[in-house]
């Protein structure tokens, strides 16, 4: 059995980030979901160029000649939103940046994570270091030493409507540099006034345009997708791995994921997917074992896994190609293109990523669907050699029966979840603002479902392994037969009813760790296996 230790965990884990840079400069560099995330750990550190300081003093300077001349530019010298006929005098442009991040800080309900708060922080400086948002060099350096100190704003979760971008969310983001607010700092939430005393930092004056650019933008969707993304290709690659053991417990047939089938119905994720399994599936005794079998045809949750998969596979590679473009973007508003020409145009609009994230959601959903009906299927006994409700003597014990009552009850919320946010839209600022996105809540939904998938799949492992059991002493595949014995490590063979719960919430941690995954990586590379798939770049790499 090959043995995971932290330090193997680490590396084979982040297999997809291999070629992560040792350093990133914000706005000059192509950012990606995995260097994101990279930033965010510690991994890499993010730093801005001499070149694109420059750029952003350019940048700045185009401001204040705006105000200098008197030129009226929407958010520099008028009002905001409906009051955008509003004219601010040359004296006011100051005040009106620090009111806006006070009027806009109206968010509601638990903070989100502070990975998610670190993550807007890493986006937001990324499309200001651009330099096309007068941001003024010192509030663009204050944003890094939070990041580089890891003082992270507190945010809270509702309240953005992904209208002007992520207004209330943003105005929380960035309070602390006024002064204002609260931070994560060294394990405890603190006033930044706190955090001031204890680091000798003084709040910053904004200068024109300055609070309107904090706030305009789609960094807590962008946030969340950037999670989303990570979180729901681990579940994608648990599901490939968990609905192949699955496949081999209940004896089901190979012929479905033939490389011939998929070539006439090419779809890319299909072909990922029958790949995978191909290669989970290679040397099995189990499958010679049944190879002549009468059964003639598998149910769809085992059969179509391929088709279903696949099509959460397309999915999350449409939300990485969307995400990846937002990533690089520029969203807030007005912007300053040169010194002739400034935009107030609608680039901070979440629609493009909120319908994105929605069917994300979906995806994320089917996988957690398909799922429960695999657990059912194992249950139904149906299977030669493998005992109803998964264990032998039933009557006084029952099995795995109540597992199964518990991914229906995810399954279904996750259906109530999967009714697209984007779909929705209620005029704010009296009109002005009169279609919205609702970007934040189709993010923060697509979290919830995918959490709970990650449970779902975590007991469809369980009902899998058991299932699995019943094939000795076959073996599996040499890759399934490492993943199980190292389940058994964990979790034992259940011949009487226990308190299952427990054996759940392990189930949980080990597909939550990616520990199944790093085993994988770790056997194949042990036994010289590899992936035969023809799209592995484009789904394992973000």
Not at 40 to 46: P, Q
Not at 111 to 118: A, D, G, H, N, V
Not at 184 to 207: C, D, N, P, W
Not at 296 to 317: F, K
């Amino acid at each position: 059995m090959v043995i995971i230790n932290e330090a193997q965990y680490l590396y084979v884990s982040q297999i997809t980030f291999m070629q992560l840079p040792k350093t990133f400069h914000f706005g000059e560099h192509h950012l990606t979901t995995s260097i994101a995330l990279s930033i965010a750990d510690g991994t890499t550190k993010g730093v801005i160029s001499s070149d694109f300081l420059k750029k952003i003093e350019i940048s700045n300077l185009r401001v204040q000649n705006i105000v200098d001349k008197g030129d009226t530019v929407y958010g520099i010298n008028t009002g905001f939103g409906p009051l955008c006929n509003t004219k601010i005098s040359k004296e006011d442009t100051k005040i009106l940046q620090s009111n806006i991040l006070q009027s806009h800080s109206v968010g509601v309900g638990k903070p989100i994570s502070k990975q998610l708060s670190k993550l807007m922080l890493i986006l937001k400086i990324h499309a200001l270091a651009k330099g096309y948002s007068g941001i003024a060099v010192t509030t663009i350096q204050r944003m890094v030493w939070h990041l580089e100190n890891d003082a992270i704003p507190v945010v809270p979760s509702q309240g953005s409507v992904g209208a002007s971008g992520d207004l209330a969310p943003l105005a929380h983001l960035f309070l602390p540099l006024l002064g204002l607010g609260k931070v994560a700092y060294k394990g405890e939430t603190i006033s930044t006034a706190q955090l001031f005393k204890k680091t000798g930092v003084r709040s910053l004056e904004l200068g024109p345009k300055e609070g309107l650019a904090l706030i305009n933008g789609t960094q807590f969707i962008a946030a969340h997708g950037v999670l989303i993304l990570h979180k729901l290709q681990h579940c994608l690659k648990h599901a490939d791995i968990i609905g192949a053991m699955m496949l081999e417990g209940l004896q089901g047939s190979m012929k479905p994921f033939h490389k011939e089938l998929h070539a006439l119905r090419p779809f890319k994720g299909n072909q990922h997917v029958a790949g995978r399994i191909r290669t989970l599936l290679q040397g099995s005794e189990i499958l010679e074992d049944h190879i002549d079998c009468e059964r003639v045809q598998d149910p769809y949750s085992l059969r179509c896994m391929p088709q279903v998969h696949g099509a959460s596979r397309n999915t999350w590679l449409h939300l990485k190609e969307l995400l990846e473009i937002e990533l690089n973007s520029v969203t807030d508003n007005p912007v300053i293109i040169n010194d002739e020409l400034t935009i107030s145009g609608g680039n901070f609009h979440g629609q493009p990523l909120a319908m994105a994230l929605d069917y994300a959601s979906l995806a994320a959903s089917e996988l957690g669907n398909i799922s429960d009906r695999r657990i059912y299927l194992a249950l139904e006994g149906n299977s030669p050699g493998v005992p109803k409700l998964l264990m032998e003597d039933t009557g006084i014990n029952s099995g795995y029966m109540i597992l199964q009552y518990t991914t229906a009850a995810l399954a279904s919320e996750n259906k109530s979840l999967c009714f697209p946010a984007s779909a929705d839209s209620i005029p704010t600022s009296l009109g002005q603002e009169d279609h919205v996105s609702m970007g934040s809540i189709s993010g923060r939904k697509a979290l919830q479902v995918i959490e709970n998938v990650e449970k779902i799949l975590a007991i469809e492992l369980l009902t899998a392994a058991q299932a699995f059991e019943f094939r000795k002493p076959l073996k599996s595949g040499v890759v399934l037969d490492e993943i199980h014995k190292f389940i058994r490590t964990k979790v034992s063979f259940a011949d009487s009813d226990r308190v299952f719960s427990d054996d759940i919430e392990k189930s949980i941690d080990i597909i939550k760790n990616g520990e199944i995954i790093t085993l994988v990586e770790q056997t194949m590379a042990a036994k010289n296996l590899n992936w035969n798939t023809p799209h592995l770049e484009e789904f394992e790499t973000y």
